[in-house]
């Protein structure tokens, strides 16, 4: 139980594409949903909080405009990385949860590579 | 802002060895999380330890949670190369602040066991 689908898996893209990433649980709702970055050999960085019909709360210095997240289910969120560029390449991976204080349920991540 | 400092950073150890991963800060966490991650996934995870002094032991790991719930530990007896990853902790905040809910990341220790 509690599966988190990331998808896509691998992305490469010309610079100034703008990428759509979805994360689903699959075998329960999820009331939030969160996304992270994470660049080679480190670790993982908050990027935002989503919760379920509301907008999303961005970490300081990450751009909201950049990174349009949106929660429209309780088994959807999706993360639209704009105007993609070279420095956007990452490795993106969410999140789910069931509510405060249950575990996170981690999706597989989207290695996103911007020519 | 709440931090998790991890050490050591990289782990380069051979088969049989024991090693210990540590995780330490100034905040109080209502839970500690303990994952592993293989390149191009997801974490995966491991543990989680909510009572300040808890042990819990997992075959060769066993995960520590301090008496203050500030710091906690990951010790693998007899390192296989199979335990060979990425490991992370992770702190999950207090009910009541802005933060609750969220996981904060160590920076990871990079483990490799050599046969």
């Known amino acids: 139980g509690a599966v988190v689908s990331q998808h896509p898996s691998r992305v490469i893209c010309k610079s100034g594409t703008s990428v759509k990433i979805e994360c689903r649980s699959l075998?329960?709702?999820?009331?939030?949903m969160f996304w992270y970055r994470q660049f080679p050999k480190q670790s993982l960085m908050l990027m935002a909080t989503?919760?379920?019909?509301?907008?999303?709360?961005?970490e300081q210095g990450v751009e909201k405009d950049k990174f349009l997240i949106n929660h429209a289910s309780l088994t959807l969120s999706t993360l639209t990385v704009t105007s993609a560029h070279p420095e956007d390449s990452s490795f993106y991976i969410c999140?789910?949860?069931?509510?405060?204080?249950?575990?996170?349920?981690f999706g597989d991540g989207t290695r996103l590579s911007i020519l | 802002t709440q931090l998790l400092e991890q050490s050591p950073q990289f782990l380069s150890i051979q088969e049989g060895e024991n090693l210990t991963v540590y995780c330490n800060s100034s905040?109080?966490?209502?839970?500690l999380q303990w994952y592993r991650q293989e390149p191009g996934e997801g974490p995966v995870l491991l543990v989680t330890?909510?009572?300040?002094?808890e042990v819990k032991k997992l075959k060769r790991l066993t995960f520590q949670f301090g008496d203050a719930r500030k710091d906690s530990s990951l010790h693998i007896t007899a390192a296989q190369p199979g335990d060979t990853g990425l490991y992370l902790c992770?702190?999950?905040?207090?009910?009541?602040?802005?933060?609750?809910?969220?996981?904060?990341f160590g920076q990871g220790t990079i483990l490799t066991v050599h046969p």
């Open positions: 905040s109080v966490f209502s839970s």
């Open positions: 075998d329960f709702q999820a009331t939030t």
């Open positions: 999140s789910a949860t069931t509510g405060w204080n249950q575990p996170q349920h």
């Open positions: 330890v909510v009572t300040g002094g």
């Open positions: 992770a702190g999950e905040a207090n009910a009541g602040g802005t933060s609750y809910g969220k996981l904060t």
């Open positions: 989503s919760n379920e019909g509301s907008k999303a709360t961005y």
